[in-house]
């Protein structure tokens, strides 16, 4: 048993290596899984945070199919399948999801059948004649559903077992997007990067990264409010003369000064901070380079802001912080910096202590909550939807 053992863990670390080394978007997503025997199954089956595998079933694998196997598992893990469709059809959403995985590592490996069989069989990736990581599984599986078609499960892995927690979800989302940007920044610099991100996860980057909020629409109204506020005084109706607000465009050519703050503490989670990301960076491609400033981290201390002046910039800027929240801090740093910014946005969760509205000064606020239970008693709020 104990030779077997090893030739069972020789067995998966050359699979890892051949994985990492020919196709790197999977191979660095196995780092992060543990691997297990389980007599118990008659295939191999993961639960988001192992892969294992039946000796027997393990066995009966040539390497190029314990390699798709191992894919197949962590395809699963990476585009959260393990906490999706539990409202579905269990046995049509597993169809749609071994479809959807499939096809993506099908399109992986150059389209070439060979490498998605397992036993010999051509594993499931098309769907109405189309390959399946053109779709969700979601929209996989409302085809099947819609034509009644019940496709034979030629499926050879055990979805009974999918499991995945909040905290796991954040754990892998980061791991996504640290291998997004690290591919982008080595095309950027000319290098090559880990290899081709499978299209489904692409899909997913995007919608973990895009932003949800309308920052064109959002700050015309916070600086029309502020302008409001504290520049204009009311139209005396005695005259005739046309009183309107003026639009953003024709307030500034540019929106620069502007400091974004943004919550680190322990509060916000990896997912908190990933969705905070984008809509900083959805702030800078809305007003396409008119938009500059500065960006800062807090915690329960203040990080030196950073400047910034286009998206590229906000991929080079490292978040700082860990610990607890205070927003009196935040507000005597802006308070005691020489060049004071015109606008102050605050990107956090909210679960802190407000200062007293005069310790802010009279630079207009923006707060950009991730939740919608926190109440801030000034300064206008908005929420980022996840």
């Not at 389980?38 to 027997?56: H, L, N, R, V």
């Not at 969700?136 to 927690?165: C, Q």
């Not at 935040?330 to 200062?355: C, H, S, W």
């Amino acid at each position: 048993m104990q030779s077997s053992m090893k030739e069972y863990q020789r067995r998966l670390l050359l699979a890892r290596i051949r994985i990492l080394t020919n196709y790197g978007f999977y191979g660095i997503m196995l780092e992060n899984m543990a691997f297990g025997l389980d007599p118990g199954c008659d295939t191999a089956y993961t639960d988001g945070e192992k892969i294992c595998f039946s000796p027997k079933f393990m066995e009966s694998l040539s390497d190029m199919e314990l390699d798709f196997v191992l894919m197949h598992e962590v395809m699963h893990v990476a585009l959260k399948h393990c906490k999706r469709g539990l409202k579905y059809n269990q046995e049509l959403f597993n169809i749609a999801c071994d479809i959807v995985v499939n096809s993506n590592i099908l399109k992986s490996k150059g389209m070439n059948l060979d490498a998605i069989k397992v036993n010999g069989n051509i594993s499931m990736h098309q769907i109405e004649g189309k390959e399946g990581y053109l779709f969700t599984a979601e929209e996989v599986y409302e085809k099947l559903l819609k034509n009644g078609n019940r496709i034979p499960s030629l499926g050879f892995d055990d979805h009974s077992k999918w499991e995945m927690d909040k905290e796991r979800e954040d754990d892998v989302n980061a791991k996504i997007i640290a291998i997004k940007d690290m591919e982008d920044r080595a095309h950027q610099n000319g290098k090559p990067g880990v290899g081709s991100i499978p299209f489904g996860v692409e899909r997913l980057v995007k919608e973990l990264k895009e932003s949800r909020v309308n920052w064109r629409e959002l700050l015309n109204e916070f600086i029309e409010f502020e302008i409001n506020d504290y520049t204009f005084t009311p139209p005396d109706r005695r005259y005739d003369a046309e009183f309107f607000m003026p639009s953003f465009s024709e307030m500034d050519e540019n929106l620069e000064d502007v400091l974004f703050m943004v919550d680190t503490s322990g509060s916000m989670s990896i997912e908190d901070i990933t969705l905070v990301y984008s809509e900083i960076n959805g702030a800078i491609q809305a007003f396409e380079g008119r938009l500059k400033g500065l960006i800062g981290f807090f915690d329960a201390k203040v990080y030196e802001p950073i400047p910034f002046d286009s998206s590229i910039d906000l991929t080079k800027i490292i978040p700082k912080g860990g610990g607890g929240t205070s927003f009196h801090n935040v507000f005597r740093y802006v308070m005691q910096m020489e060049n004071k910014p015109k606008y102050l946005i605050i990107l956090t969760d909210g679960y802190a202590t407000f200062p007293k509205e005069e310790e802010k000064g009279n630079i207009p606020l923006l707060w950009l909550l991730t939740n919608d239970e926190v109440k801030p008693p000034y300064g206008k709020v908005a929420i980022m939807k996840k």
